[in-house]
């Protein structure tokens, strides 16, 4: 999804994160590396109709609401937390890809 960025290192890195952050600790076994999937392929989606995958500019604002708008309708029993969840998850995204220097600010 991101040019040489480790997928595996990145999905990792955003799952401690959640975990230290311990405010979603009410999910159930699994369900929290599930949305964080949920949530990169929505992010993945999000790259590929802006056409940010092909170097168009990543708007954060339009990323956001369509991951918390499709994570709500996939996880309508955790309705109250998706927003929550999106933007806890584009702060980490965000930390992870500066980490390695795979952002460039414009």
Known sequence: MYEGVDEKALREY?????TAEGDFDFLKEG???A???AMRALDEAYMHESGA???EL???DDAYELIF???QAAYPQYKMY???LAEDYLDFVEEYLASVDAIEWE
């Open 14 to 18: 955003v799952i401690q994160k959640f």
């Open 31 to 33: 369900e929290l590396a």
């Open 35 to 37: 949305i964080v999937d």
């Open 53 to 55: 995958d092909e170097g």
């Open 58 to 60: 990543y708007d954060d």
């Open 69 to 71: 708008s499709r994570l």
């Open 82 to 84: 998706c927003m929550r």
